[in-house]
């Protein structure tokens, strides 16, 4: 019960008694523990509030996945040696519409990974108000070093198999951690050539060119900021003049700063997997069309930022949250800010932490914030951009037209705010009036549990 011991908070009996079970399944999946005791820690005072899903076993229900699909995935390296990856995809919960969720390649990923990424995702989706269920899949195969040709040789052997579990209706896949244009585009030509179907909304983040949508690649960072912009409205506040700490250097990191830029405040830092970048000056859009063109092109290191641009510091194997800083965005990877790091923020006046990245902060982390009435906005929230974007490219792919950026920003930024206000609406309606985890774990669950209870046992 490790996550239990580690928060001042004693579990309703039935609600215990289901997340135990799920541990003694499964004990070795830290990771999924720790998502599914957060949401159930959370969604209490729902279960008590309505008996009904309690009667209808939704919580043992919804912890499980409706499928969970493991494969081995063969590819030819530069060398023409034969290598052996793993292949997942767990298709969580489909109550509310077809299963939505990126592919992951990263040599973390396994099972438990899989599983927490997945049971995330199927609130996050609810919390869009666009009809998708939750779903997450990838592979420990690590497109970082390899070749064009090594790369597409994988995702050509992944989806061989993968093509035959997803579809329009069925699984809808994106990109996440490892899965870029250049993956999409090899598994969407391969899918294509397999099943002789073009035109179909069956993976998101498409190149614009065959199928994809505008503002797709800006989605999740813009989503994140525009959450914190909600946030701060709250307490009548604002982004200008704020300075912002962004962990990461990937897509969510790149366009978090990108939107902090033209709201008016200052981002000071980028990192990656060898350390970060603090540049007091901040960021500008200049020294960001840098940041693109090293990562996404060159694929190189962040600490080459600090080699390029005077007055900039480079601090190896470390995370930026010892900045002083008002605003904090964690958007590299999960468990990457801890309870000291929660505790120096405070000390140094940051007032809000928005997660872009999925389950950036720990859960000692998150209680440390707020107890000290911080705004804290979980992944599930406020990084749901990226998603509801590909929600939006699925609508235009059965349209069969597209709408501008402009469009599309427009209406990534209204879901946003309505994410919010469920999440903060929520959270007040149940007592806890500011408690953003509570509200989105709720609001996203209550809709998912009336679909189930309505769709009957066997749904």
């Avoid at 019960?1 to 609600?15: H, N």
């Avoid at 902090?260 to 980028?270: E, M």
């Avoid at 959270?427 to 953003?436: C, T």
């Amino acid at each position: 019960m490790g996550c239990i011991e580690r928060r001042e908070r004693t579990l309703d009996k039935y609600v215990e008694g289901v997340y135990k079970s799920l541990v003694e399944k499964d004990p070795l999946q830290k990771e999924f523990h720790q998502a599914a005791y957060e949401v159930l820690a959370t969604i209490e005072p729902a279960i008590k509030k309505f008996p009904k899903y309690q009667d209808n076993a939704i919580l043992e229900r919804v912890v499980e996945p409706e499928r969970i699909i493991q494969f081995r995935v063969p590819w030819k390296d530069k060398d023409g040696k034969i290598q052996i990856n793993r292949g997942y995809r767990v298709q969580y919960n489909s109550a509310i519409g077809p299963y939505k969720g990126g592919f992951r390649f990263h040599p973390t990923v396994n099972l438990g990974v899989m599983k927490f990424l997945g049971f995330e995702q199927i609130f996050k989706n609810s919390l869009t108000s666009l009809p998708m269920g939750g779903a997450k899949g990838g592979s420990d195969f690590d497109p970082k070093g390899k070749t064009d040709n090594e790369v597409e040789s994988f995702c050509t052997s992944f989806i061989m198999e993968m093509y035959k579990h997803i579809g329009q209706f069925v699984d809808v896949p994106a990109g996440d951690i490892g899965v870029g244009a250049r993956e999409i585009g090899y598994m969407y030509g391969a899918y294509r050539k397999i099943t002789n179907l073009h035109g179909t909304c069956v993976l998101t983040g498409k190149g614009v060119v065959y199928g994809g949508s505008l503002a797709r690649t800006e989605a999740t960072g813009y989503g994140a900021v525009y959450f914190c912009d909600e946030m701060l409205k709250t307490k009548k506040e604002s982004m200008k003049g704020k300075t912002a700490l962004v962990s990461g250097s990937g897509n969510v990191a790149q366009y978090a700063v990108q939107k902090l830029i033209q709201l008016g405040a200052k981002p000071v830092t980028l990192s990656d997997s060898d350390g970060y970048i603090y540049d007091p000056a901040g960021i500008d859009e200049k020294k960001l069309e840098y940041v693109l063109e090293l990562k996404n092109v060159k694929r190189g290191r962040i600490k080459e930022y600090a080699e390029k641009y005077k007055g900039v510091t480079y601090e190896a194997k470390k995370t930026p949250w010892g900045v002083k800083a008002d605003l904090a965005f964690p958007s590299a990877t999960q468990n990457e800010l801890n309870e000291k790091d929660a505790e120096i923020l405070i000390k140094n006046g940051c007032i809000a932490v928005t997660e872009g990245a999925n389950m950036p902060c720990t859960l000692e982390a998150i209680s440390v914030l707020q107890k000290a009435k911080v705004l804290y906005a979980p992944g599930k929230a406020s990084n749901a951009g990226g998603v509801a974007t590909s929600g939006l490219e699925m609508v235009q792919n059965s349209q069969r037209y597209f709408w501008s950026f402009e469009e599309v920003d427009a209406k990534l930024h209204g879901i946003m705010v309505n994410i919010h206000k469920a999440a903060y609406d929520t959270a007040k309606l149940f007592g806890e009036p500011g408690n953003y985890v509570m509200g989105a774990n709720i609001a996203g669950f209550l809709k998912v549990a009336d679909a189930m209870i309505a769709q009957g046992v066997y749904a």
